[in-house]
Every structure is written in C-alpha cells, then in structure tokens.
C-alpha cells in the first residue's frame, strides 16, 4: 500500500471515532432491540428502557429507524414532549410520567426499530423492535368446477384458495380427506402468490394442481392458513370441496321403477346406469318375440324408457347399450326380464239375460291372466257377494231379481290387480208402480212436480192423464222415473192426477189425490220404494197390506162374539124374573132398551175383494128377519130365534 493509501485509510478511522464521540444515533454498535407485539389498529407502548431513572428522560428524543435512516419523530424537554412534523405528528404521547411513549392506530407500515436517544454525553441509545400483526379473513376455496380428466398427463388444477387482509403473510397447507398434501413430482403441484394492499396488508392466492384417479371422486379438499398474532399461533380452514373426477365407464345394467311385482297400469321407468363420469350415451332395446332380434325402443331426453300405462305387451327380455363419446368404445348390460302381470277383459254369457218369472238362469264369467286367478259375482245394489268361482247360479227367478250383477276376476298373488264386468238381468213382467194411490196437500194456483216410478221388462213407458211438462230418468235398464210439472187449478184438485205405465205384458195405474190445505205447505210426495215391494194388481181399489187385514177381522169376530154374548145373558137375566111377557096373547115386538139402539157397529175394511170376505151387517137401518117379530110365541122361540141371530152374525164376522 502506498503513502496515501495509509492517509486515507487513518482518516477514516479517525473520521469513525469521532462521530462516535460525538453519539451520532445508530453508528455505534448495540445491543439486540427489544420486542414489542401489536395488532394492526392497537397502540404500542414503547419505552425509553427499564434500567433508567425517571430523571435521566427530562431530556431525550425518539427516532424512527427505516432502511437504516434514523428519523427524529418525538422531543421530550423537562418532561414535556413535542412531536416532530411527519407521518407520526398526531399519533404520539407520554405516559407513565414521561417513561412511555405510546404510538396509536398501528398499521402495517409502523413494523421498524425505534430508537430513544438521552441527551446525556456517552448516553447509549434504547432500540425497540415493533412487530404488527393481524389475523386473515377466512380462507375462500374455490373448486374446478369444469372437472379433471384421469387420462390427464399432467396435473391439472384442483382448486383454488385466497386468504385476504393477514399480515404478516400467512402460510398455506393443502388436504385431501384430511391428509396434508407435498409438492410430489407429475402428481402434486402447489404455486402461491400474494399480493400487497395498499393497507400493507397481504392477500394470499394458492392454487392446488394434482393428478386424480378414479379413487378421488369423492375426496374432500380443503386449505388451511397458518398465522401468528401476540397471543400464540393460530390457523383457519376453509370448507371442504370435491372437483368432478372424469372417468371411463367399465359397467353398464339397467334399473326398473318401481321395484317388486308390476301390473297393468302401473306407470313404470326403465332406465341405464353406468359406473363412468360422465355416463355414456345410453340406448334401451327389447327383444322381439318373433324375431329373436333387439329392437331400439324410444326413450325420453333422459334417456328413461317410460311405460305408462304399462300393458302384458311391455313384459319381455330388455338390455342397456352404453357409448363412449370420448373413446368410442360400447358395453351392454345383462339382459333382464320385465314381467307385467295382467288380467284380460272379463267376458259374461249371457251377454244380456233375460228371463220369465219361477226360471232359472246360469251366468258365466271368463277371463285370461299369466296368474291363477279368482272369481266371486257381487250384487251391484248391495256388493253383497253372491257367489265365489266363474259361475253363478239363479233359481225360481222372481221380479225382485232383477238388476245388476258384477263378476270380478282378481288375482290374489299381485294386490289391485282386477278386473270386472257388470250384466242386468231381466226378467219378464208388467210394470211395478212405486205406490197405488198418494194423497198430496196442495195450494191452488202453485207449481208442483207430480213423480211417477215405474220398473218391468221391457222397460215401461208412462203417460199422464193431465197437461204438464213431463220429463222423464232411466234408473236402470227396467226403471224409468216420470216427472210431471203442473198448475194446481181447481179442475186439477176435482179430477187429481193419473199416472199410467204400460209395457208388452200389461199396464199399472197409480193415483194421485190433491186435497187443499192451507194450513198446509205444499209439498212434493216423491216415491223412494224400491221396485221389487210394489204392487202389480190391475184393481184401482185401495189395498191394506196382507197382515193388517187380518188383525181387523180377527178383531171384529172377537167383538161380535162378545156382543152377542152379553145380549144372550141380559135376555135370559129378563127371563127368570118375569119381565118378558112370554105366552101373552098379543103381538109385541121384542126390543132393546132405548140405550141400547145402535151401540153395536162394526166396521171392517179388508185387502180381500167383495167376494172373498164376509160381510158383517150394522144394527141400524138393516131389515130384521122375519123371526124377529114376537108374538104370542114362547120365550123359547124367542131365545132360539137369538141363538140363530148370534150364529149367524158370529159367521157373518
């Protein structure tokens, strides 16, 4: 080294000891800072060093150290301080007596050294060492939602993970079912980058890469973001996500909706599956039963051969074609039968029955199923079940046997699979009039609905025997109901109204009887007796049940036979006491008292004719007979002459 080379290397020697002489901040050499942990938006208490007393700060200043450029920020004079002009002015104050001095609304930016500087000569410096910090957001993922191929070479990305606002900048780990992943050559891939906000704070971006198989089609992948703030460390997770994993089908098979026994009816899916993401392009074939071959049936846009109704012709041998539109290559499924059970139309023989009075009639059902099948015959007025097997026998027909009857075929082994058939039977006969004669109160000059119900075979026609507006129903196939809508004139309440039914085989009358009441509402009488109770006798004379009549006769013969018994006492009682005047000459009429006169009247009323009854002749008004008239004759005739009364008024009753 040469003569000035020395000279300059002393000089700067010389120029170094004098600046630390001098106490120049941040030349001399220091011990390590001291550390002090704030949260962004917090207030950091710096101070000047524990091992000083409160006097030796009456006189000290503070510098903010950036990029080794020390900066005076805070004077402290006798106590009192001063902010210097800057980005710190209004942030800064003492406290604790001068010993602290406190910096407000911490940011990003305020991580540096702080060095307090005494004004003693060879005072050493404090340097305090501030770190910031501040936890992130949660962690946003987001997935690849376009899907990874397996057949990919390279890996392709999983997803993505952001983690904003954290300072300092976090770290990332990635999972996959809670396993943490490594970078792994061609298989595992991470690449991070972040980004500074104008804040100073950082936004983490990590994207995942890898290679899947078909074994992560259901994995779950999250993030986790690791930080630290001045209690300890802590980390965040993010939720977890699966990515479409696309893959080749190997399988293909068919599924039938729904499952179990099908009949007809029943709407029914058939559809393919596949084990491959996407699923291939699927066709559905049946077989045909004449030709052996598959034939392509139609499907929806999704593919789903639908059936509905499904018939017995669907039943037969379906299998399932899948194409891969990537790769070209095609699988079929197992062929599988699908059977769908059914009953054919039900047939009756006699298709329609008919049938004369005291008859018999045989009718049969039959139907086809690929089950065994069961059938009962129902009476379609009642359901009441008449009969169990394909026939049903009818003896001694009478008229009330006409109407519906239902043959239902079912089969046991599949529930709801039935079908039935409903046949009317018709047998031969007048016309059966709901009621012979009906009384109606009326008000003159109101509107009623007279009805008429007529039933026989062949179906009866009715007519009326007054104007009006006549509409007429079909109860069943025999039944017909009249309605007939009239003016109440005083003609109509003279005359009343008749209803005539007439077919082939005869004719019915009913009558109708108006009777003016005012006292009355007027009201419509409609017949509601069934058919098969009705009266069928020509006679226009209004009938008593079969039962009531005899009730009355028996009633009468029981009073006639009391009357006559108490008369034949009183008469003998007369006798033994002398009171008659038996064997005087002279004609005298033998008499009752006049108390007596007219006390015995009986009136009886039959459903029998004229000529089936006998009849019971009343005291009053009636010729005696002959043998009536006493005179001169003993009381011995007269008490025969009564024997002979009582006896025949005892047959007469």
């Known amino acids: 080294m040469g003569r000035s080379g020395l000279i300059c290397a002393f000089l700067i020697a010389a120029c170094c000891c004098c600046r630390r002489a001098a106490g120049v901040p941040g030349e001399a050499e220091q011990p390590q800072p001291e550390l002090v942990e704030v949260e962004v938006g917090g207030t950091a208490l710096l101070k000047c060093g524990p091992s000083h007393s409160q006097g030796n700060f009456s006189h000290a200043d503070w510098f903010s150290v950036h990029k080794e450029k020390p900066t005076l920020i805070f004077r402290v004079s006798q106590g009192q301080g001063q902010s210097e002009p800057g980005e710190y002015q209004n942030r800064l104050s003492l406290q604790d007596k001068g010993t602290t001095l406190a910096l407000t609304g911490i940011t990003p930016h305020d991580e540096r050294i702080f060095l307090c500087q005494g004004k003693r000569p060879r005072s050493q410096g404090h340097r305090i060492q501030l770190r910031v910090y501040k936890a992130p957001e949660e962690p946003v993922i987001q997935v690849n939602a376009l899907g990874i191929s397996v057949n990919s070479e390279e890996p392709e990305e999983v997803a993505t993970c952001v983690g904003r606002n954290g300072y300092p900048l976090p770290q990332v780990t990635w999972y996959k079912n809670s396993q943490s992943l490594k970078e792994e050559k061609n298989r595992v891939h991470i690449q991070s980058s972040q980004i500074v906000e104008s804040s100073g704070l950082y936004t983490l971006r990590s994207v995942l890469k890898a290679q899947l198989t078909k074994e992560d089609k259901d994995a779950q992948f999250y993030c986790e973001l690791s930080y630290r703030l001045p209690s300890g460390n802590h980390m965040k997770e993010s939720r977890e996500v699966t990515v479409p994993v696309f893959y080749p089908a190997e399988r293909v098979w068919l599924e039938v909706e729904p499952e179990g026994t099908l009949k007809e009816g029943d709407r029914v899916e058939i559809r393919c599956l596949a084990d491959g993401n996407p699923p291939p ?198 039944s017909v109901l009249s309605v007939l809508n009239v003016l109440v004139t005083p003609e109509l309440l003279e005359t009343g109204a008749e209803c005539v039914a007439s077919n082939s085989l005869g004719r019915n009358t009913t009558v109708i009887i108006l009777e003016l009441d005012s006292n009355r509402t007027t009201s419509l009488s409609t017949s509601t007796v069934s058919p098969y109770a009705r009266a069928n006798s020509t006679s226009t004379e209004k009938k008593l049940t079969e039962p009531e009549s005899k009730g009355v006769v028996i009633v009468a013969v029981t009073v006639c036979v009391l009357v006559l018994a108490v008369l034949g006492a009183v008469l003998y009682f007369f006798y033994k006491k002398g009171k008659l005047p038996c064997g005087r000459s002279g004609k005298q009429e033998i008499t009752l008292p006049p108390s007596r006169k007219g006390e015995f009247v009986v009136e009886v009323k039959s459903d029998k004719l004229p000529e089936e009854m006998g009849l019971l002749q009343g005291s009053n008004g009636d010729k005696r007979a002959p043998g009536d008239q006493v005179g001169g004759s003993s009381c011995g005739q007269s008490l025969t002459h009564l024997q002979a009364l009582g006896a025949a008024g005892a047959g007469g009753c």
């Open 281 to 478: 392009h699927f066709s559905i074939s049946k077989q045909n039963l004449r030709t052996r071959e598959m034939e392509e049936e139609r499907t929806d846009d999704n593919g789903v051969l639908v059936l509905e109704p499904a018939q017995k012709e669907h039943s037969g041998l379906y299998e399932c074609q899948g194409l891969d539109l990537e790769t070209t290559a095609s699988l079929l499924s197992d062929q599988q039968e699908l059977v769908v059970n059914y009953v054919s139309e039900v047939r009756v023989s006699p298709a329609a029955p008919e049938s004369q009075e005291g008859s018999s009639l045989t009718l049969t059902c039959e139907a086809e199923s690929n089950q065994d099948l069961e059938f009962q015959w129902l009476r379609e007025k009642t359901g009441k079940v008449l009969a169990k097997g394909p026939v049903l026998q009818l003896r001694n027909l009478k008229r009330e046997a006409g109407g519906g009857y239902r043959c239902v075929a079912s089969v046991p082994s599949v529930p709801g699979l039935n079908r039935t058939q409903l046949v009317n039977v018709a047998v031969f006969g007048s016309p059966w009039m709901a009621l012979r004669e009906r009384k109606m109160w009326v008000k003159e000059n109101s509107v009623l609905n007279l009805s008429c119900e007529a039933s026989g075979h062949p179906r009866p026609s009715i007519v009326w025997s007054v104007d009006g507006t006549a509409s007429e129903q079909d109860q069943d196939p025999q």
